[in-house]
């Protein structure tokens, strides 16, 4: 029986400057102690990546987990972040209150937007921004007449 999604895995640069980030941004709690590995053939049977080296935490983010992960080995292949088009996990949605309130605050603590406001669809407002490091995030507010509300999953 599928339950629903447990967690989303954001790959990053620098750990502790994306975990600061998320804290100060979305709230998002640190769960548990961070994790690392390195010459684990387990982890890397597990991931299939040989010889990987990473250090990580789990923080808790509303209904889900955002996973954070900071490679040493294998490098990452130098690239640019994913975009809404690309092939491929691209963002995450985080589901709000108050959207307009929290586009300017986040805007303070580092997002960048490429629209000038959140757009009303209907039955959600949303834009789309992205963190410190590139990595998209949706934020979301959705409308009362929306069938997929978060308050409606209780």
């Not at 972040?81 to 580092?110: A, M, S, W």
């Amino acid at each position: 029986m599928i339950r629903g999604i447990h967690h989303v895995s954001v790959h990053v640069h620098d750990l502790d400057k994306m975990i600061a980030f998320y804290k100060a941004a979305f709230g998002f709690e640190v769960v548990g102690e961070h994790f690392a590995w390195k010459d684990e053939p387990i982890v890397d049977r597990l991931i299939d990546v040989q010889a990987s080296a990473a250090r990580g935490a789990m923080l808790r983010a509303g209904t889900c987990y955002v996973e954070m992960f900071q490679f040493e080995a294998p490098a990452p292949r130098p690239a640019a972040p994913l975009n809404p088009q690309d092939k491929g996990y691209t963002h995450f949605c985080v589901d709000v209150t108050e959207i307009e309130q929290e586009y300017e605050r986040l805007k303070t603590l580092g997002m960048t937007f490429g629209s000038p406001a959140p757009i009303d669809m209907g039955h959600v407002k949303s834009v789309y921004g992205r963190d410190p490091e590139g990595n998209l995030i949706e934020l979301q507010q959705t409308a009362q007449h929306c069938d997929f509300r978060l308050d409606l999953l209780k």
